[in-house]
């Protein structure tokens, strides 16, 4: 069965979001990847450079409703996008019909394939992924106990439900501060549990790791493939992504890798092997 996925980012994210399609490629034989355009160079690469039969790219013109359009003017880039996250999954799964759909951020890099993630669900409807801070970084909290990076929603009733809902609170209040319970689009996940029915939480650990618990784990490599250990546990996983957050790339050549502090094998394993491919995806 195909695997349908969405993503949406603007030029400053067309190498991240290349990357994370190569390793999609790398590990996902049947897949289809809806990319929403954020900007016109976006939209015109996919359109004019990249043709790929598994991408199908939208455009801004195309996507934006009037309910967007009347907010937009509000908030700044950033939030935006995180305004039209729940927009662009339910365009996608309303579009083109499809059965399901999941929400990936341009910035997560995949090395085994993903579907073992989505096939957790069973017959529920929503998976969410939780942040899983390291204790150190538990106060982060306040930014959601869920992470908005890698998100399934099925076309039925449930998953409608939420994501209508999700849709309309991130429209009416969705910026980069809290306030009053809220932060962005990810905070209005807490509840879900209790709010809405078929919601399943991700158990795997090698889906989301991320700077904010990567802490937690030392990496090792098995027959190619990179593995993670739990600190300090008989614990084995396969990594199937890692969530490159706030990584920057700076004009005297310097990378900041997070705001948070990585392991030795961490970097060897994971980082450092992403920033060449970013890289030679930029001589490309």
């Known amino acids: 069965m195909t695997q349908n996925y969405c993503t949406l980012f603007n030029t400053n994210y067309l190498t991240r979001a290349l990357v994370m399609y190569d390793s999609l490629l790398d590990t996902q034989t049947d897949f289809h990847l809806y990319i929403f355009a954020f900007d016109d160079t976006v939209f015109n690469f996919f359109k004019n450079d990249y043709v790929k039969k598994n991408i199908t790219v939208i455009s801004l013109l195309e996507f934006e409703d009037d309910e967007l359009l009347n907010i937009k003017a509000t908030r700044t880039s950033g939030e935006y996008c995180w305004t039209c996250t729940p927009s662009v999954i339910l365009y996608a799964i309303k579009k083109y019909d499809l059965s399901s759909c999941t929400y990936i951020d341009a910035d997560l890099y995949f090395y085994n394939n993903p579907n073992i993630l989505i096939e957790e669900m069973n017959d529920k409807s929503i998976l969410l992924t939780e942040h899983r801070f390291t204790k150190e ?46 932060f962005g689009d990810q905070k209005y996940l807490d509840d879900w549990l209790i709010r809405f029915d078929g919601v399943h939480i991700l158990k795997h650990i090698g889906g989301g790791v991320a700077p904010w618990n990567v802490q937690q784990y030392t990496f090792f490599e098995n027959n190619n493939i990179v593995k993670g250990v739990v600190n300090n546990k008989d614990e084995n996983f396969n990594l199937v992504f890692f969530h490159f957050h706030s990584l920057k790339f700076y004009t005297n050549s310097t990378i900041w890798l997070s705001n948070y502090p990585t392991s030795s094998s961490a970097y060897q394993l994971v980082y450092s092997p992403y920033i060449k491919a970013l890289i030679n995806k930029e001589k490309e």
């Open 137 to 182: 970084y538990e106060d982060k909290v306040e930014n959601g106990i869920y992470c908005v990076q890698f998100m399934t929603f099925k076309n039925n009733n449930d998953g409608m439900k939420a994501l209508q809902w999700w849709r309309d609170a991130c429209i009416e209040w969705c910026f980069a501060r809290s306030e009053n319970g809220k």
